[in-house]
């Protein structure tokens, strides 16, 4: 680790819950793997040592290649119990053979992001599988399992709606309190060729709303209470942080879901939470936009 911390800092990631990671790497594949990671995300990138710290809210991480690193042997480390750095040991792109460079590249990508997310629970937030999108500078997350048509209904927003990403969104908490949404990239876009892309993952904007996508023949908005909230939003983030608990104890495992439930509990009361009941040709925006305006809508 200590000649690690001489490494020039190749890119910087900021979130909205004050925390501040620089990331740096100790060899050539493990460079090339952040690069990809840093394109994504759309990361800064900055020269410079890296430098002892005892900022609270500095966190290192720094990735390594090891050749006898397993794809399926990992765990998502906390920077916040060990001093602010974090070593993340990847397995080498070329493992399986040239075939499945693209499924290690991609498990490698999604191990470097839930680091971020991980430690971004620990302060107070959730990753949750939902698109995000922005109107006048607020937020709203389109929450969904898989298929349900996140990023059909994000393709559909018109001005001045914009989506920021159509998959996954992470959730921060500053320090007053406030709930901050941040695009996530969708990993998958890189597998089997896929045609990637980038996030400006350092966009936050304020979370105003989550609306929980149900198909319908006609668009409705339902507000629901923090009970019902916590059980329908619990799926969905369920579904994009299992892999957190991978290479934990039971105890620890026990822990994390705690602190995600927790976690889930405070956005709930803090935020409203709504089932939109959506076609394929209404203006279901509008009824977001008056379920945001405190405007009619059904509740349960």
Request: proline share 4%; glycine share 10%; charged share 20%.
């Amino acid at each position: 680790m200590n000649h690690l911390l001489t490494q020039k800092v190749l890119h910087n990631l900021v979130l909205a819950d004050g925390s501040h990671w620089e990331i740096a790497t100790g060899d050539e594949e493990a460079a090339s793997i952040v690069s990809q990671l840093g394109c994504a995300m759309q990361l800064r990138m900055t020269t410079g040592a890296i430098k002892p710290s005892h900022h609270g809210n500095l966190c290192r991480l720094l990735v390594q290649v090891d050749a006898h690193a397993s794809v399926t042997d990992w765990h998502v480390p906390l920077a916040s119990k060990n001093d602010g750095v974090v070593v993340c040991i990847l397995s080498p792109c070329d493992q399986w053979g040239v075939l499945y460079v693209d499924g290690v590249l991609y498990v490698n990508l999604m191990r470097l992001s839930l680091v971020f997310a991980r430690e971004a629970q620990a302060r107070g937030g959730v990753l949750i599988h939902g698109a995000l999108a922005e109107r006048d500078g607020i937020g709203v997350i389109l929450a969904a399992p898989g298929g349900m048509g996140k990023t059909t209904a994000s393709n559909r927003l018109p001005a001045p709606w914009r989506s920021l990403c159509d998959d996954t969104t992470l959730v921060v908490r500053d320090p007053q309190g406030n709930f901050w949404a941040h695009p996530w990239p969708t990993l998958s876009r890189f597998l089997d060729e896929g045609s990637g892309g980038t996030w400006d993952v350092q966009n936050a904007v304020p979370v105003k709303g989550i609306f929980c996508l149900a198909r319908a023949v006609e668009d409705r908005v339902e507000r629901v209470g923090p009970g019902q909230a916590v059980s329908l939003l619990g799926e969905f983030v369920g579904q994009v942080s299992t892999l957190m608990a991978r290479g934990l104890c039971k105890e620890e495992v026990r822990a994390l879901h705690l602190e995600g439930f927790n976690n889930l509990c405070a956005l709930a009361r803090a935020i409203p939470v709504h089932v939109l009941h959506i076609s394929l040709t209404g203006v279901f925006w509008q009824d977001i936009e008056q379920a945001l305006e405190g405007g009619h809508c059904e509740e349960t």
